[in-house]
């Protein structure tokens, strides 16, 4: 039985209305959707969440960018408006353990968040709201899905740096689930993990936006993205780097629990 972290959407959504992809800085992030995941949120098991649309599953949604492309001489307007961002493209194949994504195409890495993204950076569980490491369950997530699918030759991985929020309200799967969006650089020599499951390659932004136009399957939180002018917040967003974890941190510790 699977138990997944979720916050009641009248806790929520304050007066706000989000369809699709909404850019937002780390600082307005903070303030409004994290601080009411934070707060409100709480386990309960798989099966009852996705029967339920009161309550929104959150979901980690991680962009995995090529560190290459976002070196100080790359980020001019001139460059991100030619569609030099290049991200990890995913396709699912049908061994991929979840159906509803078989065959599609995706520019995140994500999933539910599970009682173990708590106690990850601290082995006992928090007792209350307070506790400093109930705020560390969506960055762990993040990691931890990040080191389920792909294999790092470094081991080392920067902080990813949230950019926005993921909602579609229009289908029954989407009025479950909500979506943190976040983005992390990664070496260019990264590889699948379970490629019978999945295959990936570096494509440049705008080319998988002019693929999704043309009718490509992504699947949807993917296509919201490439729909909007999201590539230069993105870019912007990660501009200033956060050193690479080192060993003794989160990052590295959860990439450990996976062997090469």
């Known amino acids: 039985m699977e138990f997944v972290y979720v916050v009641r959407r009248r806790d ?16 307005d992030l903070d303030s409004t959707y994290l601080s009411r995941i934070y707060t409100n949120g709480f386990f309960v ?11 929104k599953q ?60 708590l106690t990850i950076t601290n082995p006992k569980p928090p007792r209350d709201i307070t506790d400093p490491s109930r705020m560390k369950i969506i960055p762990n997530g ?25 909602n579609d309200d229009s289908t029954p ?7 943190i969006v976040y983005a992390i650089a990664a070496p260019t020599d990264l590889r699948i993990r379970e490629d019978e499951h999945m295959t990936g390659e570096w494509r440049e932004w705008r080319a998988l936006a002019r693929d999704e136009r043309g009718g490509a399957n992504f699947e949807t939180w993917s296509a919201f993205l490439l729909k909007t002018l999201a590539e230069h917040h993105i870019a912007e967003s990660l501009r200033k780097r956060i050193p690479r974890s080192k060993a003794g941190d989160s990052a590295a510790v959860i990439g450990s629990e996976f062997p090469a």
């Open 58 to 117: 959150i979901i980690p949604y991680c962009i995995v960018v090529d560190e290459n492309c976002l070196e100080p001489t790359s980020l001019t307007s001139e460059v991100i408006t030619s569609g030099s961002l290049r991200v990890m493209c995913l396709r699912r194949l049908g061994k991929q353990g979840e159906s509803r994504l078989h065959d599609k195409l995706s520019i995140g890495i994500g999933g539910h968040l599970n009682p173990v993204d």
């Open 12 to 27: 929520l959504f304050a007066r706000e209305s989000v369809q699709g992809f909404q850019a937002m800085s780390s600082r």
């Open 45 to 55: 098991e798989r099966g009852h969440a996705e029967n339920d649309s009161s309550l």
């Open 173 to 179: 799967v989407g009025s479950v689930h909500f979506g």
């Open 142 to 166: 993040v990691i931890r899905e990040i080191c389920e699918e792909l294999r790092l030759d470094s081991g080392e991985l920067p902080e990813p740096r949230p950019v926005g929020v993921l």
